[in-house]
Nanobody
């Protein structure tokens, strides 16, 4: 059974930084791609960033230049470094990944979500 476990959310002042982590565990053969989404109160879930196996990142326009996505393939873990945070970044952040299990089955998985609140 594959699981994604997130960590690193919290309360931060505008202009501050946070780093989110997502660790995948279970019978995993490969993970590609991995990414982050977020959902603010009363809004639909929106894509934030994705990174492929070769390390090529893509970002939503709203976070480009402030957020950095990275992955550690040896640890089946990926990260979202969030700098220059704004109140509008407040949301529940979800990690996601397309994983091929050791049995050859491919599925999309989601983490449980972690709250990020940007406020003074």
């Amino acid at each position: 059974q594959v699981r994604l476990v997130e960590s690193g959310g919290g309360l931060v002042q505008p202009g501050g930084s946070l780093r989110l982590s997502c660790a995948a565990s279970g019978s995993i053969f490969s993970i590609n791609p991995v990414g982050w989404y977020r959902q603010a109160p009363g809004k639909e879930r929106e894509w934030v960033a994705t990174i492929s196996l070769d390390g090529s990142p893509n970002y939503a326009h709203s976070v480009k230049g402030r957020f950095t996505i990275a992955r550690d393939n040896a640890k089946n873990t990926w990260y979202l470094q969030m700098n220059s945070l704004k109140p509008e970044d407040t949301a529940v952040y979800y990690c996601t990944a397309r994983i091929r299990s050791s049995y050859g089955v491919v599925n999309d998985y989601w983490g449980q979500g972690t709250q990020v609140t940007v406020a003074s």
